[in-house]
């Protein structure tokens, strides 16, 4: 078992700045993927950044250049570091681990971001 917990969303204005952290804890494998996902009513999941125990990230299109993925292994916590919000970034962002070949698959309970002027 993999426990997650998100913390640091909150309500920011457009053009500012919030920074998401994931702690993991429990059965953690060394190999894995750390990821954030957001989700709006009436739509999927999707998935916002991701980044391996190696520190290699990949982004959403609509994110890259704005948002940055990184982690402290030592932590077993990863960051989202997120840049220029606008209105259409507003959503549950929740935090995933994943390993053993996705047998391994975590969720955390979600942290709300408003942009709102």
């Known amino acids: 078992q993999v426990q997650l917990v998100e913390s640091g969303g909150g309500l920011v204005q457009p053009g500012g700045s919030l920074r998401l952290s994931c702690a993991a804890s429990?059965?953690?494998?060394?190999?894995?993927?750390m990821a954030w996902y957001r989700q709006v009513p009436g739509k999927q999941r999707e998935l916002v950044a991701g980044i391996t125990n190696a520190g290699i990230p990949n982004y959403a299109a609509s994110v890259k250049g704005r948002f940055t993925i990184s982690r402290d292994n030592t932590k077993n916590t990863v960051y989202l570091q997120m840049n220029s919000l606008n209105v259409e970034d507003t959503a549950v962002y929740y935090c995933?681990?994943?390993?053993?070949?996705?047998?391994?698959?975590?969720w955390g309970q979600g942290t709300q971001v408003t942009v709102s002027s």
């Open positions: 429990g059965s953690i494998f060394s190999i894995n993927v």
């Open positions: 995933n681990y994943k390993a053993n070949r996705g047998r391994d698959d975590y």
